[in-house]
Protein backbone atom coordinates (compact mmCIF):
# COMPACT_ATOMS: atom_id res chain seq x y z
CA UNK A 1 0.00 0.00 0.00
CA UNK A 2 1.53 3.13 -0.93
CA UNK A 3 1.58 6.51 0.83
CA UNK A 4 -1.65 8.00 -0.89
CA UNK A 5 -3.78 4.82 0.02
CA UNK A 6 -2.23 4.78 4.15
CA UNK A 7 -3.42 8.88 4.02
CA UNK A 8 -7.26 7.60 2.57
CA UNK A 9 -7.44 4.76 4.12
CA UNK A 10 -6.65 6.60 7.54
CA UNK A 11 -9.25 9.25 6.72
CA UNK A 12 -11.73 6.77 6.20
CA UNK A 13 -11.86 5.31 9.57
CA UNK A 14 -11.67 9.16 10.74
CA UNK A 15 -14.93 9.67 8.50
CA UNK A 16 -16.57 6.75 9.67
CA UNK A 17 -16.12 7.20 13.08
CA UNK A 18 -17.97 10.69 12.92
CA UNK A 19 -20.58 9.93 10.41
CA UNK A 20 -23.82 9.17 11.29
CA UNK A 21 -25.23 6.20 10.60
CA UNK A 22 -26.93 5.39 7.28
CA UNK A 23 -30.66 5.85 6.50
CA UNK A 24 -33.09 2.84 7.09
CA UNK A 25 -34.24 2.18 3.53
CA UNK A 26 -31.08 2.97 2.44
CA UNK A 27 -30.06 0.24 0.06
CA UNK A 28 -28.52 1.73 -2.90
CA UNK A 29 -24.89 1.47 -3.50
CA UNK A 30 -22.82 4.38 -4.72
CA UNK A 31 -19.57 3.10 -6.41
CA UNK A 32 -17.81 5.81 -8.47
CA UNK A 33 -15.35 4.88 -11.59
CA UNK A 34 -12.69 7.35 -12.42
CA UNK A 35 -10.98 6.83 -15.77
CA UNK A 36 -8.28 7.58 -17.75
CA UNK A 37 -6.10 6.46 -20.94
CA UNK A 38 -3.65 7.03 -23.79
CA UNK A 39 -2.12 9.71 -21.17
CA UNK A 40 0.92 9.41 -23.89
CA UNK A 41 3.61 11.25 -21.21
CA UNK A 42 1.99 14.53 -20.97
CA UNK A 43 3.14 16.07 -17.54
CA UNK A 44 2.28 19.47 -18.40
CA UNK A 45 -1.15 21.25 -19.75
CA UNK A 46 -1.32 22.26 -23.44
CA UNK A 47 -3.22 24.08 -25.91
CA UNK A 48 -6.67 22.96 -26.21
CA UNK A 49 -6.63 24.24 -29.77
CA UNK A 50 -9.79 22.11 -30.38
CA UNK A 51 -11.92 24.48 -28.67
CA UNK A 52 -11.58 26.79 -31.19
CA UNK A 53 -11.18 29.80 -28.31
CA UNK A 54 -9.02 32.82 -28.95
CA UNK A 55 -6.52 31.78 -27.07
CA UNK A 56 -6.91 28.69 -26.32
CA UNK A 57 -7.03 27.60 -22.85
CA UNK A 58 -4.04 25.20 -20.95
CA UNK A 59 -5.84 21.98 -20.13
CA UNK A 60 -5.02 18.57 -18.98
CA UNK A 61 -1.43 17.58 -17.22
CA UNK A 62 -0.51 15.03 -14.86
CA UNK A 63 -0.88 17.21 -11.82
CA UNK A 64 -4.26 18.23 -12.54
CA UNK A 65 -5.69 14.89 -12.92
CA UNK A 66 -4.02 13.87 -9.52
CA UNK A 67 -5.53 16.56 -8.27
CA UNK A 68 -9.25 16.02 -9.46
CA UNK A 69 -8.64 12.26 -8.24
CA UNK A 70 -8.09 13.20 -4.75
CA UNK A 71 -10.93 15.78 -4.65
CA UNK A 72 -13.07 12.56 -5.89
CA UNK A 73 -11.69 10.27 -3.04
CA UNK A 74 -12.22 13.02 -0.36
CA UNK A 75 -15.92 13.79 -1.52
CA UNK A 76 -16.72 10.07 -1.29
CA UNK A 77 -15.13 9.25 1.86
CA UNK A 78 -17.35 11.93 3.84
CA UNK A 79 -19.94 10.44 1.51
CA UNK A 80 -19.61 6.76 2.22
CA UNK A 81 -18.90 6.35 -1.18
CA UNK A 82 -16.54 3.71 -2.71
CA UNK A 83 -14.20 4.97 -5.98
CA UNK A 84 -11.71 2.93 -8.11
CA UNK A 85 -8.88 4.56 -10.14
CA UNK A 86 -8.41 2.97 -13.48
CA UNK A 87 -6.51 3.53 -16.60
CA UNK A 88 -6.53 1.95 -20.10
CA UNK A 89 -2.62 2.23 -21.35
CA UNK A 90 -0.51 3.83 -23.26
CA UNK A 91 1.26 5.33 -20.26
CA UNK A 92 4.42 7.15 -21.08
CA UNK A 93 5.29 7.58 -25.28
CA UNK A 94 4.65 11.05 -26.68
CA UNK A 95 6.61 13.72 -24.87
CA UNK A 96 10.11 14.74 -24.26
CA UNK A 97 9.40 14.18 -20.25
CA UNK A 98 7.66 10.85 -20.97
CA UNK A 99 10.69 9.35 -22.52
CA UNK A 100 13.48 10.34 -20.18
CA UNK A 101 14.83 7.10 -18.54
CA UNK A 102 13.03 4.87 -21.37
CA UNK A 103 9.49 5.84 -19.70
CA UNK A 104 10.59 4.95 -16.11
CA UNK A 105 10.20 7.93 -14.71
CA UNK A 106 7.03 9.26 -16.07
CA UNK A 107 5.66 5.49 -15.27
CA UNK A 108 6.94 6.68 -11.72
CA UNK A 109 4.94 9.78 -11.15
CA UNK A 110 2.30 8.02 -12.86
CA UNK A 111 2.14 5.55 -9.78
CA UNK A 112 1.61 8.49 -7.04
CA UNK A 113 -2.16 8.48 -8.34
CA UNK A 114 -3.13 5.68 -6.63
CA UNK A 115 -4.07 3.47 -9.56
CA UNK A 116 -6.08 0.02 -8.64
CA UNK A 117 -5.79 -1.10 -12.51
CA UNK A 118 -3.77 -0.02 -15.28
CA UNK A 119 -4.23 -1.96 -18.44
CA UNK A 120 -1.04 -2.41 -21.01
CA UNK A 121 -0.94 -0.62 -24.44
CA UNK A 122 0.70 -1.20 -27.50
CA UNK A 123 2.26 1.65 -26.94
CA UNK A 124 3.91 0.34 -23.78
CA UNK A 125 6.09 -2.12 -25.55
CA UNK A 126 7.95 0.58 -28.02
CA UNK A 127 11.20 0.30 -25.78
CA UNK A 128 10.94 -3.41 -26.33
CA UNK A 129 9.95 -6.34 -23.94
CA UNK A 130 12.65 -6.13 -21.47
CA UNK A 131 12.22 -2.06 -20.31
CA UNK A 132 8.66 -3.34 -20.13
CA UNK A 133 9.35 -5.41 -17.67
CA UNK A 134 11.98 -3.54 -15.79
CA UNK A 135 9.46 -0.77 -15.57
CA UNK A 136 6.86 -3.00 -14.29
CA UNK A 137 9.22 -4.46 -11.56
CA UNK A 138 10.49 -1.37 -10.75
CA UNK A 139 7.38 0.68 -10.02
CA UNK A 140 5.66 -2.30 -8.87
CA UNK A 141 2.50 -0.59 -11.12
CA UNK A 142 -0.87 -2.56 -10.73
CA UNK A 143 -0.63 -2.82 -14.44
CA UNK A 144 -3.24 -5.57 -16.24
CA UNK A 145 -2.67 -7.52 -19.51
CA UNK A 146 -4.92 -11.10 -19.74
CA UNK A 147 -4.37 -11.65 -23.29
CA UNK A 148 -0.75 -12.10 -23.59
CA UNK A 149 0.84 -15.21 -23.78
CA UNK A 150 4.15 -16.16 -24.69
CA UNK A 151 4.07 -17.63 -28.49
CA UNK A 152 7.18 -20.67 -27.40
CA UNK A 153 5.11 -21.57 -25.34
CA UNK A 154 0.86 -20.62 -25.20
CA UNK A 155 1.17 -19.78 -22.07
CA UNK A 156 0.22 -16.80 -20.37
CA UNK A 157 3.31 -14.35 -19.38
CA UNK A 158 4.39 -14.58 -16.00
CA UNK A 159 5.37 -10.39 -15.94
CA UNK A 160 2.27 -8.75 -16.25
CA UNK A 161 -1.06 -9.57 -14.25
CA UNK A 162 -4.01 -10.59 -16.32
CA UNK A 163 -6.58 -9.59 -13.89
CA UNK A 164 -6.35 -7.62 -10.30
CA UNK A 165 -9.44 -8.08 -7.80
CA UNK A 166 -9.50 -4.93 -5.63
CA UNK A 167 -12.07 -4.94 -2.69
CA UNK A 168 -13.34 -1.71 -1.29
CA UNK A 169 -16.10 -0.72 1.00
CA UNK A 170 -17.21 -4.30 1.13
CA UNK A 171 -17.46 -4.49 -2.99
CA UNK A 172 -14.99 -6.36 -5.14
CA UNK A 173 -14.18 -5.57 -8.71
CA UNK A 174 -12.39 -7.81 -10.87
CA UNK A 175 -10.67 -5.66 -13.44
CA UNK A 176 -9.47 -7.38 -16.36
CA UNK A 177 -6.79 -6.09 -18.92
CA UNK A 178 -6.98 -6.40 -23.13
CA UNK A 179 -4.55 -5.42 -25.55
CA UNK A 180 -5.20 -4.48 -29.28
CA UNK A 181 -4.21 -7.62 -30.98
CA UNK A 182 -2.64 -5.86 -33.65
CA UNK A 183 -0.21 -4.64 -31.60
CA UNK A 184 2.99 -6.59 -32.94
CA UNK A 185 2.17 -4.55 -36.35
CA UNK A 186 2.30 -1.44 -34.72
CA UNK A 187 4.98 -1.22 -31.81
CA UNK A 188 8.43 -2.88 -31.44
CA UNK A 189 9.14 -5.89 -33.43
CA UNK A 190 9.91 -8.29 -30.18
CA UNK A 191 6.42 -7.96 -29.45
CA UNK A 192 5.81 -10.36 -32.07
CA UNK A 193 7.16 -13.15 -29.45
CA UNK A 194 4.25 -13.10 -27.74
CA UNK A 195 0.56 -14.20 -28.90
CA UNK A 196 -1.92 -11.38 -28.17
CA UNK A 197 -5.01 -13.80 -27.71
CA UNK A 198 -8.86 -12.98 -29.07
CA UNK A 199 -9.77 -10.48 -26.55
CA UNK A 200 -13.40 -12.45 -26.40
CA UNK A 201 -11.94 -15.51 -25.30
CA UNK A 202 -9.47 -13.79 -23.01
CA UNK A 203 -12.48 -12.61 -21.37
CA UNK A 204 -14.25 -15.72 -21.10
CA UNK A 205 -11.40 -16.80 -19.70
CA UNK A 206 -11.42 -14.45 -16.67
CA UNK A 207 -15.15 -14.78 -16.24
CA UNK A 208 -14.53 -18.54 -15.49
CA UNK A 209 -11.60 -17.69 -12.86
CA UNK A 210 -13.12 -15.43 -11.21
CA UNK A 211 -16.91 -16.68 -11.11
CA UNK A 212 -18.08 -16.30 -7.47
CA UNK A 213 -14.89 -14.05 -6.39
CA UNK A 214 -16.14 -11.00 -7.07
CA UNK A 215 -18.94 -9.00 -7.60
CA UNK A 216 -18.41 -7.20 -10.91
CA UNK A 217 -16.27 -7.64 -13.45
CA UNK A 218 -14.94 -4.75 -15.49
CA UNK A 219 -12.69 -4.99 -18.91
CA UNK A 220 -10.38 -2.38 -19.18
CA UNK A 221 -9.26 -2.46 -22.71
CA UNK A 222 -6.86 -0.81 -25.26
CA UNK A 223 -8.78 -1.99 -28.40
CA UNK A 224 -10.63 0.94 -29.18
CA UNK A 225 -14.46 1.71 -29.15
CA UNK A 226 -15.19 -0.17 -32.41
CA UNK A 227 -13.62 -3.13 -30.96
CA UNK A 228 -15.10 -2.56 -27.34
CA UNK A 229 -18.63 -2.54 -28.79
CA UNK A 230 -17.79 -6.12 -30.95
CA UNK A 231 -16.62 -7.19 -26.98
CA UNK A 232 -19.91 -5.88 -25.45
CA UNK A 233 -21.77 -8.29 -28.43
CA UNK A 234 -19.64 -11.12 -27.84
CA UNK A 235 -20.32 -10.37 -23.38
CA UNK A 236 -23.36 -8.64 -22.90
CA UNK A 237 -23.57 -9.36 -19.45
CA UNK A 238 -20.49 -6.87 -19.26
CA UNK A 239 -22.07 -4.28 -17.73
CA UNK A 240 -19.63 -1.19 -18.11
CA UNK A 241 -16.27 -1.40 -20.14
CA UNK A 242 -13.29 1.26 -19.84
CA UNK A 243 -11.25 1.44 -23.15
CA UNK A 244 -8.62 3.14 -24.78
CA UNK A 245 -6.49 3.34 -27.95
CA UNK A 246 -8.25 5.28 -30.18
CA UNK A 247 -7.95 8.45 -28.58
CA UNK A 248 -11.88 9.12 -28.51
CA UNK A 249 -13.80 11.81 -26.42
CA UNK A 250 -17.33 10.42 -25.23
CA UNK A 251 -18.78 12.97 -23.21
CA UNK A 252 -21.46 10.77 -21.89
CA UNK A 253 -20.09 7.17 -22.91
CA UNK A 254 -22.03 5.25 -25.31
CA UNK A 255 -23.73 2.00 -25.04
CA UNK A 256 -23.71 -1.34 -26.85
CA UNK A 257 -26.87 -3.26 -25.97
CA UNK A 258 -27.04 -2.42 -22.02
CA UNK A 259 -23.24 -2.26 -21.83
CA UNK A 260 -21.53 1.13 -21.12
CA UNK A 261 -18.48 1.90 -22.95
CA UNK A 262 -16.47 5.09 -21.81
CA UNK A 263 -12.99 6.47 -23.08
CA UNK A 264 -11.73 9.80 -22.02
CA UNK A 265 -9.72 11.47 -25.23
CA UNK A 266 -5.85 11.64 -24.72
CA UNK A 267 -3.10 13.22 -23.11
CA UNK A 268 -4.29 13.74 -19.63
CA UNK A 269 -6.72 16.51 -21.19
CA UNK A 270 -9.91 15.40 -18.94
CA UNK A 271 -10.73 12.39 -16.55
CA UNK A 272 -14.15 10.35 -17.14
CA UNK A 273 -16.44 9.74 -14.47
CA UNK A 274 -18.66 6.80 -14.07
CA UNK A 275 -21.21 6.95 -11.29
CA UNK A 276 -22.64 3.96 -10.61
CA UNK A 277 -25.72 2.65 -8.03
CA UNK A 278 -25.70 -1.16 -6.75
CA UNK A 279 -28.59 -2.85 -4.59
CA UNK A 280 -26.83 -3.29 -1.50
CA UNK A 281 -28.04 -6.92 -1.21
CA UNK A 282 -27.52 -8.39 -3.87
CA UNK A 283 -24.61 -6.28 -5.78
CA UNK A 284 -27.21 -6.28 -8.96
CA UNK A 285 -26.34 -2.89 -11.15
CA UNK A 286 -29.47 -0.23 -11.06
CA UNK A 287 -28.08 2.93 -12.63
CA UNK A 288 -25.19 3.93 -14.62
CA UNK A 289 -24.04 7.53 -15.64
CA UNK A 290 -20.93 8.56 -17.34
CA UNK A 291 -19.03 11.76 -18.35
CA UNK A 292 -15.93 13.50 -18.71
CA UNK A 293 -14.45 15.74 -16.75
CA UNK A 294 -12.62 19.12 -18.60
CA UNK A 295 -9.29 19.32 -16.26
CA UNK A 296 -9.18 23.03 -17.45
CA UNK A 297 -8.00 24.71 -14.10
CA UNK A 298 -5.46 24.89 -11.82
CA UNK A 299 -4.98 22.49 -9.59
CA UNK A 300 -4.23 24.19 -5.42
CA UNK A 301 -1.71 25.48 -4.25
CA UNK A 302 -0.98 22.51 -1.47
CA UNK A 303 -0.47 19.85 -4.84
CA UNK A 304 2.82 21.71 -5.54
CA UNK A 305 4.27 20.05 -2.24
CA UNK A 306 2.41 16.72 -3.28
CA UNK A 307 5.74 13.96 -4.31
CA UNK A 308 3.53 13.33 -8.08
CA UNK A 309 4.04 17.10 -8.62
CA UNK A 310 7.57 17.70 -7.09
CA UNK A 311 8.99 14.28 -9.96
CA UNK A 312 6.57 16.10 -12.33
CA UNK A 313 8.71 19.41 -12.20
CA UNK A 314 11.72 16.82 -11.55
CA UNK A 315 11.13 15.37 -15.42
CA UNK A 316 10.33 18.83 -16.96
CA UNK A 317 13.12 20.69 -15.43
CA UNK A 318 15.52 18.06 -17.26
CA UNK A 319 14.09 18.42 -20.75
CA UNK A 320 12.78 22.08 -20.92
CA UNK A 321 16.11 23.99 -21.60
CA UNK A 322 16.30 22.21 -24.58
CA UNK A 323 12.25 21.84 -25.48
CA UNK A 324 11.43 25.49 -25.30
CA UNK A 325 14.19 27.03 -27.77
CA UNK A 326 12.62 27.96 -30.84
CA UNK A 327 13.98 26.43 -34.39
CA UNK A 328 11.70 28.85 -36.68
CA UNK A 329 8.23 29.96 -37.42
CA UNK A 330 5.53 28.26 -39.22
CA UNK A 331 3.53 30.62 -41.57
CA UNK A 332 0.37 28.98 -41.76
CA UNK A 333 -1.25 25.79 -38.87
CA UNK A 334 -0.55 22.64 -40.85
CA UNK A 335 -3.08 19.97 -40.16
CA UNK A 336 -3.28 16.06 -40.20
CA UNK A 337 -4.88 14.14 -42.59
CA UNK A 338 -8.82 13.72 -41.56
CA UNK A 339 -9.92 12.17 -45.37
CA UNK A 340 -8.11 8.80 -46.20
CA UNK A 341 -7.69 10.10 -49.93
CA UNK A 342 -6.22 12.89 -49.71
CA UNK A 343 -3.22 14.60 -48.34
CA UNK A 344 -2.45 17.10 -45.37
CA UNK A 345 -0.11 19.81 -45.08
CA UNK A 346 1.59 18.70 -42.09
CA UNK A 347 1.96 15.48 -43.81
CA UNK A 348 2.90 17.03 -46.76
CA UNK A 349 5.92 18.63 -44.91
CA UNK A 350 6.97 15.55 -43.39
CA UNK A 351 6.91 13.13 -46.28
CA UNK A 352 8.94 15.76 -48.10
CA UNK A 353 11.22 16.48 -45.39
CA UNK A 354 11.75 12.65 -45.78
CA UNK A 355 12.52 12.25 -49.33
CA UNK A 356 15.11 15.17 -49.36
CA UNK A 357 17.00 14.52 -46.33
CA UNK A 358 17.69 10.87 -47.86
CA UNK A 359 17.78 12.40 -51.78
CA UNK A 360 15.33 9.41 -52.85
CA UNK A 361 12.98 9.23 -55.32
CA UNK A 362 9.86 8.31 -53.15
CA UNK A 363 9.34 9.69 -49.37
CA UNK A 364 6.73 8.15 -47.36
CA UNK A 365 4.74 8.69 -43.59
CA UNK A 366 2.61 6.66 -42.02
CA UNK A 367 -0.15 8.88 -40.71
CA UNK A 368 0.06 7.18 -37.41
CA UNK A 369 3.40 8.29 -36.78
CA UNK A 370 1.97 11.77 -36.63
CA UNK A 371 0.98 12.54 -33.62
CA UNK A 372 -0.08 16.12 -33.16
CA UNK A 373 -1.18 19.58 -35.24
CA UNK A 374 1.84 22.58 -35.79
CA UNK A 375 -0.28 25.80 -34.76
CA UNK A 376 1.09 29.14 -36.71
CA UNK A 377 4.04 31.06 -35.19
CA UNK A 378 7.02 30.34 -33.48
CA UNK A 379 7.88 26.54 -33.41
CA UNK A 380 9.56 25.32 -30.76
CA UNK A 381 11.89 21.82 -30.05
CA UNK A 382 9.00 20.51 -28.25
CA UNK A 383 6.79 21.48 -31.02
CA UNK A 384 8.17 19.13 -33.57
CA UNK A 385 8.72 16.36 -30.63
CA UNK A 386 5.08 16.67 -30.43
CA UNK A 387 4.52 15.92 -33.57
CA UNK A 388 6.88 13.03 -33.97
CA UNK A 389 7.69 11.62 -30.63
CA UNK A 390 9.19 8.25 -31.77
CA UNK A 391 12.67 7.23 -31.86
CA UNK A 392 12.31 5.90 -35.55
CA UNK A 393 15.27 7.27 -38.12
CA UNK A 394 15.22 7.16 -41.74
CA UNK A 395 15.35 4.15 -43.82
CA UNK A 396 16.07 3.80 -47.81
CA UNK A 397 14.62 0.37 -49.20
CA UNK A 398 15.38 -0.02 -52.90
CA UNK A 399 11.78 -1.40 -54.52
CA UNK A 400 10.42 -2.19 -57.79
CA UNK A 401 7.77 0.03 -58.77
CA UNK A 402 5.61 -3.20 -58.73
CA UNK A 403 6.37 -3.68 -54.65
CA UNK A 404 6.10 0.35 -53.91
CA UNK A 405 2.15 -0.16 -55.57
CA UNK A 406 1.26 -3.09 -53.46
CA UNK A 407 2.44 -0.85 -50.45
CA UNK A 408 0.59 2.25 -51.62
CA UNK A 409 -2.15 -0.38 -51.99
CA UNK A 410 -2.70 -1.82 -49.28
CA UNK A 411 -2.84 1.65 -47.61
CA UNK A 412 -5.81 3.09 -50.43
CA UNK A 413 -7.82 -0.20 -50.08
CA UNK A 414 -7.97 -0.52 -46.87
CA UNK A 415 -5.88 -3.54 -45.70
CA UNK A 416 -3.18 -0.93 -44.17
CA UNK A 417 -3.43 0.95 -40.31
CA UNK A 418 -3.46 4.05 -40.18
CA UNK A 419 -2.91 5.78 -43.94
CA UNK A 420 -0.02 7.00 -45.66
CA UNK A 421 1.45 10.06 -47.11
CA UNK A 422 3.82 10.96 -49.56
CA UNK A 423 6.20 12.42 -52.07
CA UNK A 424 7.32 12.57 -54.98
CA UNK A 425 4.49 10.48 -56.27
CA UNK A 426 0.38 11.35 -56.86
CA UNK A 427 -1.68 8.57 -56.19
CA UNK A 428 -4.25 7.70 -58.74
CA UNK A 429 -7.36 6.46 -56.78
CA UNK A 430 -11.17 5.29 -58.08
CA UNK A 431 -13.91 5.19 -55.17
CA UNK A 432 -17.08 3.29 -56.80
CA UNK A 433 -20.63 4.10 -55.71
CA UNK A 434 -20.21 1.88 -52.45
CA UNK A 435 -17.51 4.01 -51.61
CA UNK A 436 -15.08 1.19 -52.45
CA UNK A 437 -11.53 2.78 -53.14
CA UNK A 438 -9.62 1.30 -55.70
CA UNK A 439 -5.64 2.07 -56.61
CA UNK A 440 -5.63 2.80 -60.37
CA UNK A 441 -2.12 4.04 -60.81
CA UNK A 442 1.12 6.17 -59.36
CA UNK A 443 2.56 8.99 -61.17
CA UNK A 444 5.89 10.46 -60.81
CA UNK A 445 6.78 13.90 -61.94
CA UNK A 446 7.80 11.98 -65.27
CA UNK A 447 4.94 9.47 -66.09
CA UNK A 448 3.73 6.35 -64.62
CA UNK A 449 5.43 4.46 -62.08
CA UNK A 450 7.21 2.00 -64.18
CA UNK A 451 6.41 -1.83 -62.19
CA UNK A 452 9.93 -2.95 -62.97
CA UNK A 453 12.17 -0.01 -62.28
CA UNK A 454 14.00 0.31 -59.23
CA UNK A 455 13.17 3.21 -56.87
CA UNK A 456 15.06 4.88 -53.68
CA UNK A 457 11.63 5.21 -51.49
CA UNK A 458 12.65 6.71 -47.71
CA UNK A 459 10.70 6.09 -44.59
CA UNK A 460 10.80 5.59 -41.10
CA UNK A 461 12.22 2.64 -39.55
CA UNK A 462 8.93 1.56 -38.07
CA UNK A 463 7.49 1.25 -41.72
CA UNK A 464 10.73 -0.31 -42.92
CA UNK A 465 10.84 -3.27 -39.98
CA UNK A 466 7.30 -3.92 -40.88
CA UNK A 467 5.01 -1.19 -38.75
CA UNK A 468 1.53 -0.80 -39.43
CA UNK A 469 1.45 -3.48 -42.00
CA UNK A 470 2.65 -2.22 -45.24
CA UNK A 471 5.44 -4.72 -45.83
CA UNK A 472 7.42 -7.39 -44.55
CA UNK A 473 10.23 -5.96 -42.04
CA UNK A 474 13.38 -5.41 -44.77
CA UNK A 475 16.44 -6.45 -43.04
CA UNK A 476 19.92 -4.19 -43.60
CA UNK A 477 21.62 -5.23 -47.14
CA UNK A 478 21.63 -4.26 -50.60
CA UNK A 479 18.17 -3.41 -49.98
CA UNK A 480 17.89 -1.88 -47.33
CA UNK A 481 20.22 1.53 -45.89
CA UNK A 482 19.67 2.91 -42.91
CA UNK A 483 20.51 6.50 -41.67
CA UNK A 484 21.07 7.47 -38.35
CA UNK A 485 19.14 10.70 -38.22
CA UNK A 486 15.87 10.76 -36.17
CA UNK A 487 12.33 11.18 -38.14
CA UNK A 488 12.14 14.31 -35.59
CA UNK A 489 15.25 15.38 -35.75
CA UNK A 490 15.20 15.84 -39.85
CA UNK A 491 11.80 17.60 -39.16
CA UNK A 492 13.72 20.11 -36.87
CA UNK A 493 16.63 20.73 -38.96
CA UNK A 494 14.21 21.48 -41.90
CA UNK A 495 12.77 24.75 -39.57
CA UNK A 496 16.50 25.50 -38.19
CA UNK A 497 17.72 25.75 -42.19
CA UNK A 498 14.44 27.25 -43.43
CA UNK A 499 13.58 29.75 -40.55
CA UNK A 500 10.08 30.25 -42.51
CA UNK A 501 8.41 27.41 -43.57
CA UNK A 502 5.28 26.93 -45.10
CA UNK A 503 3.66 23.39 -45.41
CA UNK A 504 2.74 22.16 -48.97
CA UNK A 505 -0.96 22.55 -48.90
CA UNK A 506 -1.08 20.34 -52.44
CA UNK A 507 -3.42 16.94 -52.30
CA UNK A 508 -1.12 14.02 -53.59
CA UNK A 509 -4.15 12.18 -54.39
CA UNK A 510 -6.10 11.99 -57.87
CA UNK A 511 -9.83 11.03 -57.08
CA UNK A 512 -12.10 9.74 -59.57
CA UNK A 513 -15.49 9.33 -58.49
CA UNK A 514 -18.62 8.49 -60.24
Not at 74 to 86: L, Q
Not at 459 to 487: C, E, H, W
Request: charged share 25%; with cysteine; net charge negative.
Amino acid sequence: MNRIHRFFAACALLVAACASPVEAGDDRLHVIVLHTNDIHGQVLPRKATWLKQDPAPMVGGLPRVAAYVERVRHEAFVADDIVFVVDAGDWYQGTPEGLLDDGAGFVRALNYIGYDALCVGNHDFDHGIPNLKAILKETNLPAVAGNLEEKSTSKRVDWVAPWRVVERGGFTIGFVGLVTPVTPEITHPDSRTLNFVDPGLALTRAKEHLKGKVDWIVPLTHLGVEEDRALARAHPEIDLIVGGHSHTFLSSGVREGSTLIVQAGSKASSVGRVDLYFDKASKKLLESTAKLVDLDAEPPAEMAEKPLSIICSILVRRTEERMKEKIGDLVVSAERAKNPIASSPLGNLVADAVRDHARADVGLMNRGGIRADMQAGPVTRRDVFEVLPFENNIVVLKMTGAELTDMIKSSVEGKAHSGIEVSGIVIDVKVDEKGERTLTGLRTGSGAVDPEHVYRVAMNSFMADGGDAYIRKVQPGDKRTDDPALLRDVLEALFVNKKTVTAPTDNRYAVTKP
